[in-house]
């Protein structure tokens, strides 16, 4: 390794996406592993709309672990984090950086340190699985940094031990994760099903109602729902198997009917299971019961197509996502949403719909009184009731592709200090 005295900083920056789950995981084994009760299946979401950008540096002048998220310093002295460092330093191999005259071994990465700071495009802690980005993140680019030589399999065993579905976010596409039978939890990790590439018609719109933290963690509220809930040990042992080999076949096949119906049941499911959680939970609040319109819209919508246009899901959160089997369905989608759900009166169109706004110049909407002209969906009872105001912003983005890392250019740290800049 260098001299001590030399102030050498070396950092790595990398980008990893957000999922979201369309066959759910919920409820914990293993608490400390964080091992699950089912398997699970997920859609990446685009980085380009939601993902966490994290640098990570290593340097003998740094005295001690330190991190900022959002450019506020936090303390990663609890568990989940203090576990994915320990896994990827037990893992860490030589490194000779030739160009910057750097030598580190295996044995000096015990006692040096690193500086992290991350970065969130969406609302932390909202129902929009930042927790999974950023551990996804941190242990892909502590990684890179680390010289490890696990495949994303293998990372994604460590990244869960951060946030379960950050194993998930370790692959573009659709992505399972596998539950495990082992007690060590070597064996619960993700593997990909298909690429970005393999559904690339299909559109994602979430609504965000709500980027306030939740009042019930998901922590918190999977020990409950595993200590009281007959529901779901039915849901894991009878229901979830058959899914997944069902929702597995409609993804190879892109057969959007099964692939619907599965993910909006298994979301009416999850939910279910939360009221039958001692104390209850209520993940969906006042609003997205408000939104219930969001709901039966898509379930009278596709009833009357015959087949269906759009699922629907929620996370552990109140935030809507729904996914629209084509462009021409996302572009008829907004439009039913935003007569719905106008914005108040002084927002900016492009604030309230973020991603892909493309999809608002095929929904024939360019500005806001064009919002006032759309028509009123045949699927509203009553089309003089609208709740403006109620979501925050829409965000129109597509399945995406996994972690990568970025250019220097990129780095959230000083390259001289490895300090925020």
């Given at each position: 390794?260098?001299?001590?005295?030399?102030?050498?900083?070396?950092?790595?920056?990398?980008?990893?996406?957000?999922?979201?789950?369309?066959i759910k995981y919920w409820g914990k084994r293993d608490e400390k592993l964080i091992l699950?009760?089912?398997?699970?299946?997920?859609?990446?979401?685009?980085?380009?709309?939601?993902?966490?950008t994290t640098t990570v540096s290593v340097s003998p002048t740094f005295d001690q672990d330190r991190m900022w998220l959002n450019g506020e310093e936090i303390s990663i002295s609890g568990g989940r984090f203090q576990s994915c460092l320990r896994e990827i330093r037990s893992r860490a191999t030589d490194v000779d950086d030739k160009e910057k005259g750097i030598k580190i071994?295996?044995?000096?990465w015990e006692k040096l340190h690193v500086h992290i700071s991350s970065y969130n495009n969406f609302p932390t802690a909202a129902g929009l699985a930042s927790s999974a980005a950023g551990f996804a993140c941190l242990v892909f680019a502590l990684g890179k940094l680390m010289n490890v030589k696990e495949d994303h399999s293998q990372l994604s065993a460590i990244a869960r031990q951060g946030s379960g579905s950050a194993c998930r976010s370790?692959?573009?596409g659709f992505v399972k994760w596998i539950m495990g039978k082992d007690d060590k939890g070597t064996d619960s990790l993700a593997v990909q099903l298909a690429d970005e590439k393999h559904w690339d018609e299909l559109v994602i719109v979430i609504a965000v109602v709500s980027s306030r933290q939740k009042e019930t963690s998901s922590t918190?509220?999977?020990?409950?729902?595993?200590e009281t809930s007959l529901l779901l040990q039915h849901r894991a042992k009878e229901?979830?198997?058959?899914?997944?080999?069902?929702m597995e076949e409609a993804i190879k096949n892109r057969d959007f009917a099964s692939f619907a119906q599965l993910t909006c049941t298994d979301s009416n499911q999850f939910h279910a299971v939360c009221l039958d959680t001692?104390?209850?939970?209520?993940?969906?609040?006042?609003?997205?019961?408000?939104?219930?319109?969001?709901?039966?819209?898509v379930e009278k919508w596709n009833r009357a197509e015959g087949t269906p246009q759009v699922a629907y899901t929620f996370d552990a959160g109140p935030n809507a996502v729904l996914i629209a089997?084509?462009?021409?369905?996302?572009?008829?989608?907004?439009?039913?949403?935003?007569?719905?759900?106008?914005?108040?009166?002084?927002?900016?169109?492009?604030s309230f719909v973020l991603g892909d706004k493309s999809i608002l110049k095929d929904a024939g909407v360019e500005s806001p009184e064009d919002i006032e002209t759309l028509p009123p969906p045949p699927e509203i009872k009553d089309p003089s009731q609208k709740f403006r105001g109620d979501v925050s912003y829409f965000i129109c983005t597509r399945p995406g592709r996994g972690p990568v890392v970025l250019s220097d250019e990129s780095h959230l740290l000083n390259p001289e200090t490895g300090l925020p800049k």
């Open positions: 390794m260098a001299d001590e005295s030399q102030k050498w900083v070396l950092m790595v920056t990398a980008q990893t996406p957000t999922n979201i789950a369309v699950p009760v089912n398997d699970s299946i997920s859609v990446t979401l685009d980085p380009a709309h939601l993902c966490t071994t295996k044995k000096d370790l692959y573009g918190t509220g999977m020990r409950d729902t595993v229901v979830v198997p058959k899914r997944i080999l069902k001692c104390p209850p939970i209520f993940y969906m609040n006042d609003t997205s019961h408000r939104q219930a319109p969001i709901i039966s819209l089997r084509n462009r021409e369905t996302a572009a008829l989608l907004i439009q039913k949403l935003l007569f719905c759900f106008p914005p108040n009166s002084d927002a900016d169109l492009n």
